[in-house]
């Protein structure tokens, strides 16, 4: 067990290397030069040499990727190539904690829905009521996410007023505050989300329910509840805690729409901006975090799925 | 005495498509206490929907039309679920027929069996773990308080099955029903496991309700038997009357279709029931059975005939019960076909020496944490000679080597080395290597027919594409069309068959058109892998008959592979007995089923169950399992599980090859002389 937790946290810490290193010299390719391109074509050479000294640009490429990783690791990201130069770890942490409290809150929403969801249709295969949840769940799932957005905003935050329909975050915040903000976003998020793991749930539902050991379970005189929550359930969830691991890395650098919409300050607008602007110093950041947690996410998901499947042993 | 279960006028339907069908007719059966009920009957008889709905236990398209299921002072038929949920495992238990699938692979054997405790006598989770481990150490597992720990895929089979047999005793109920409790193991497990039900049964002064299609397991454990032929109850009675003075038709014919009945008159053939059963949608308005039934008259076709009482429990479903019973009229299916007799001839088709086989398995996982598995040894210098127009029978459990053996020699799987020839051909390992006259003279029937079949060709497009791949000369499509409707008369189906898919065809007829193709070849050789073990034991009659018949007309030989040691001494010449991938014995059908033998060969014949309840059971019993492949044991490989293990010499030295003058070979310490001595 140690042994393979230690071989997994290798193994990430490999992925995120390489990572950053792709990341770091595709950002090399970028056509024209760095300095001109942020500084703009009527910079005096002075003004680009000055530029070049500040952010290291002058050295080799290995040399400016050794000094990156050095800095990193540290704790000094750089500074960002923005107007003013913000140091880019506080912009960046800022950011990730916007986007996981929108994940957190958007898994809280949509996982235990899609489950019962899922569950229920399983258990009432073939009838109006699973119809039901497959429609939705199916045309839930092919909605562009602006429209829903913008429909939420206009009922919710416009009409009735009870939500925000911008995501301006202050530190003086409290949980009624954040959930003023929060909820729009995270319901939008939990649309796609429920749609995918209902359909998933119920699959993995219906083909558990096939096996024998549910006959002995109910022939063993357990109540019904007790059947599908402690037998069945934790059988047909294993799939779906993959998928959830997986969106996970979704929501945290994929949702770029959603942010838009609500103008909610997460990590996948950051990393569209820092494209535009070849902000490589935010790119690396972004990207490299966007990869940890994701890759985290899904050790976290291995490791439940190995602790709920004794017949995958780990060692 | 009041019974503990009783059916009356039972009737279960199902919905198939539109229309309702029954499965189960007006099935009256009662089940008295410290009884075992034997139900028997063949596929579609709907011996495990009545056992399943005698606990009200039916699949989503099915009801009960009619009659009442008594049990203590309720009509179960009335109950609502909540209310059966209380029965269940409470008063009724349930033993299912695949252990493994019917244990939760996510919770602990001990969470499992604890909740039961837990939740009909209230017991806390504490006390019920423990519970858990006295009820398995009733079944005599070893160290039950580690075994409750594991989870079920860390058991072996027969484990597994007495942890369901051990929780479903651990609430004390008064009816335990058993679903073909032992047919997915090897016959050594099954005789530990029917002991223990005969010997937990009568501790626990419970009843049982035995479905099993295997008259030899039933004629050993039951008190009573009753016998179901397509949803109807054709005859009951105590288990010595029915098998010694059966009355019905259908049970006199399926009782003369056994091999083991065969051996006992020394006959050559086996008495077979002419056509199949019928099929739900098309069951006959008189008897069920009038359409097979060798003595049915016209009003057997027109009547349904009573379920009558005749004697001392015993009840009867037929018209003609009493010129049977008087003597008068003896139903007899004379076995059908052909009867030509072959013996061996000098010479061998097939000479494989020293075969060796290894696999590496390594698992997805190991592969990607960099581990390279132990290979394993499944095959250790195997060496066997089979006689021209004969048939070798290769027996052992499962994991004894004996299907690697046979794939070796197809080239399924490629052995490491040694060498094979067939009629003095040189053979080689490899099939992608062999010549088109070895593959034309080598031909396979796997064990089930579905698999074998492809299920977009009809009969015609198999055994013609057979016949054009392997054919020796261009042949015109008139000849391939001849040869197809010669072939499908050699196994006994008419040229309509031809234009049929698999799906239209019975496990039977699937079986026969397997075997079609094989021959149609022309192979000196055909090795069958259990070709029987999926049919029911009225239709391997006619297999096993069709087989010696072929042998007969083509003169080719067989290997044979089966695990029912019946149906191997019935049709074998010589035997070879497998034990972990080494031949342990090997000699004459009359040698090996004689002392002396190898003791697993002896432990093998002591755990067959004789379908007879005059013959007791063997009594030599094998403890543990067969080990694993990755750890076979030293010395002797038989040494962790023998009856008559000599010692330290056992464990450490492997044992000599001693063979008699007449080419009997057993490998065992013991001389022979003495094993002689020790078993008879
Ligand atoms: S009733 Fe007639 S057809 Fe049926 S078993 Fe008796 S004799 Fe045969
Ligand atoms: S060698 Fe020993 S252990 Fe092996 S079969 Fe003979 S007596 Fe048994």
Known sequence: MIRYLVRRVLLLLITLLVTSMIVFALTQFLPGDIARLILGRDASPEAIETFRQEFGLNESLPMQYVNWLGGFLTGNWGKSFAEGNPSVRPLVLDRLGNSLILAGFTLLISVPIAILLGVMAALRENTWLDSLISLLSLSVVGLPEFVTGIVLINIFALGLGWFEATSLIQDDYNIGDWLRILTLPAITASFVLIGYITRLTRAGMIDELKKPYVQTAILKGLPFCQVIFKHVLRNALLPTITVIAISIGWLMGGIVVIENVFNFPGMGSLLVKAVEQKNLPILQAVVVLIVFIFAAANLIADLIYAALNPRIRLN | ?680
């Open chain 2, 1 to 680: 005495m009041l019974p503990v279960i009783q059916a009356k006028n039972l009737s279960i339907e199902y919905r198939i498509g539109k229309r309702w069908l029954n499965v189960i007719q007006d099935v009256s059966l009662h089940i008295d206490p410290v009884q075992i009920h034997g139900l028997v009957g063949e596929s579609g008889s709907g011996k495990s929907t009545l056992g399943m709905g005698l606990m009200r236990y039916l699949a989503n398209n099915a009801w009960i039309s009619q009659g009442e299921i008594l049990f203590d002072t309720y009509d179960l038929v009335k109950l609502s679920a909540a209310e059966m949920s209380k029965i269940h495992g409470r008063h009724i238990g349930f033993v299912p027929q695949n252990p493994l699938d019917s244990l939760n692979p996510s919770l602990t054997i001990g969470n499992q069996m604890a909740e039961m405790t837990q939740l009909h006598l209230g017991l806390s989770h504490k006390d019920a773990l423990k519970r858990a481990c006295e009820a398995l150490e009733t079944t005599n597992i070893p160290e039950p308080d580690a075994v409750i720990r594991r989870y079920p895929h860390q058991l072996s089979g027969g484990m597994q099955q007495r942890v369901m047999i051990a929780m479903a005793l651990s609430t004390r109920p008064r009816l335990l029903i058993l679903d073909e409790p032992t047919t997915a193991l090897d016959v050594t497990t099954q005789a530990v496991i029917l002991d223990l039900v005969r010997e937990l049964m009568k501790e626990e002064q419970a009843a049982a309700l035995y479905v099993s299609h295997d008259l030899g397991t039933i004629a050993q454990l039951c008190d009573v038997v009753t016998v179901l032929y397509s949803g109807e109850v054709m005859e009951s009675a105590p288990v010595k009357t029915l098998f010694k003075k059966p009355l019905h038709p259908y049970t006199i014919g399926l009782l003369a279709s056994l091999p083991s009945a065969a051996a006992g008159q020394n006959q050559s053939r086996l008495s077979t029931i002419a056509g199949v059963a019928p099929s739900l949608s098309e069951r006959p308005s008189g008897c069920a059975f009038a359409p097979r039934c060798p003595v049915a008259i016209a009003k057997c076709h027109t009547d349904k005939p009573p379920l009558e009482k005749t004697t001392d429990n015993h009840f009867l479903r037929c018209w003609r019960w009493q010129d049977i019973a008087s003597g008068d009229l003896i139903p007899k299916n004379p076995p059908i076909g052909k009867r030509e007799e072959t013996s061996p001839q000098p010479g061998y088709v097939l000479t494989a020496q020293h075969i060796h086989k290894t696999f590496s398995e390594n698992s997805l996982l190991d592969r990607l944490m960099g581990k390279t598995a132990r290979p394993v040894q499944a095959l250790a210098d195997v060496s066997i000679k089979i006689n021209q127009r004969s048939t070798l029978g290769l027996v052992g459990e499962s994991g004894s080597g004996k299907t690697t053996l046979a794939r070796a020699i197809v080239g399924l799987d490629t052995a490491d080395s040694g060498d094979l020839e067939l009629l003095d051909m040189p053979v080689n390992l490899d099939l992608d290597k062999r010549g088109k006259e070895i593959l034309r003279n080598l031909r396979l029937i796997f064990q089930n027919p579905n698999d074998a079949l492809n299920p977009y060709r009809t009969v015609r497009e198999t055994i013609g594409r057979t016949i054009t791949l392997l054919a020796q000369e261009t042949l015109s499509p008139i000849n391939i069309e001849n040869r197809i409707i010669a072939l499908l008369e050699s196994v006994g189906l008419t040229a309509a068959y031809a234009d049929r898919y698999p799906q239209q065809l019975s496990g039977g007829e699937k079986q026969r058109v397997a075997i079609a193709r094989a021959f149609s070849a022309k192979p000196a050789l055909i090795i069958a892998d259990e070709p029987t073990s999926s049919l029911d034991v009225s239709v391997q009659a006619v297999i096993l008959n069709l087989l010696k018949d072929l042998r007969a007309e083509n003169g080719a030989s067989y290997l044979f592979i089966s695990h029912d040691l019946e149906v191997i001494r019935y049709l074998a010449d010589w035997i070879v007995v497998m034990y972990l991938g080494e031949i342990v014995e090997q000699g004459t059908n009359e040698q090996v089923s004689q002392a002396p033998m190898h003791p697993y060969t002896e432990a093998l014949l002591s755990a067959v169950p004789m379908p007879d309840p005059t013959i007791k059971p063997g009594t030599i019993r094998l403890t543990g399992d067969i080990p694993g492949p990755r750890n076979k044991p030293t010395g002797c490989p038989f040494h962790t599980r023998c009856p008559r293990y000599l010692g330290d010499i056992c464990r450490d030295e492997r044992p000599p090859l001693r063979e008699d003058e007449h080419g009997h070979v057993i490998r065992c310490h013991i001389p022979l002389e003495d094993l002689k001595q020790l078993q008879s």
